[in-house]
């Protein structure tokens, strides 16, 4: 079944009940469940068509979590939105977004992954850093917790 109104997509990404597409103009559109304000589109109410996502353009890759989503724009800097129980989203705080907010204080972003409840990011130096639930030590920095706040560098060991 082709997704209505979606042309010229370039990449997409599966959550749990939503979906993102990101188009060759840089814009994000997302569809499905929107309990936590996962589509971005300011609003909590379900959509079976996609909508775009409000204030966001100029981005170059997104994922989609459980109940969050993620996009990378053009000048590396990351933005978030939807759930945050676990402050997945990286604004330093535990309070839902339905339109995106950008990551504090991380920039030079090359990659992203939305996980679960956690959020993970590459930078161009390298480096792997982490945000959100930390529980089974998603966020590979050493030291487990409930879920951490501020965004931590992951600990990379290479055997």
Known sequence: MQVKNLTSI????????????????????????NGYGQLGNGATTN???????????????????????????NDGTVWTWGNNWYGQLGDGTTTKNAIPVQVKNLADITAISAGGWHSIALK???T????????????????????????????????
């Open 128 to 159: 792997v850093w982490g945000w959100g639930y930390n529980y089974w030590g998603e966020l590979g920095n050493g030291t487990p917790s409930v879920y951490t706040l501020a965004h931590v560098q992951a600990k990379i060991v290479l055997k």
């Open 47 to 73: 959509s079976t068509v996609p909508v775009q996502v409000k204030n966001l353009t100029g981005i170059k890759a997104i994922s989609a979590g459980i109940y969050h989503s993620m996009a990378l724009k």
């Open 10 to 33: 370039k990449s997409i990404s599966a959550g749990y009940y939503h979906s993102l597409a990101l188009d060759n103009n840089g814009i994000v559109w997302a569809w499905g469940y």
């Open 124 to 126: 161009s130096d390298s």
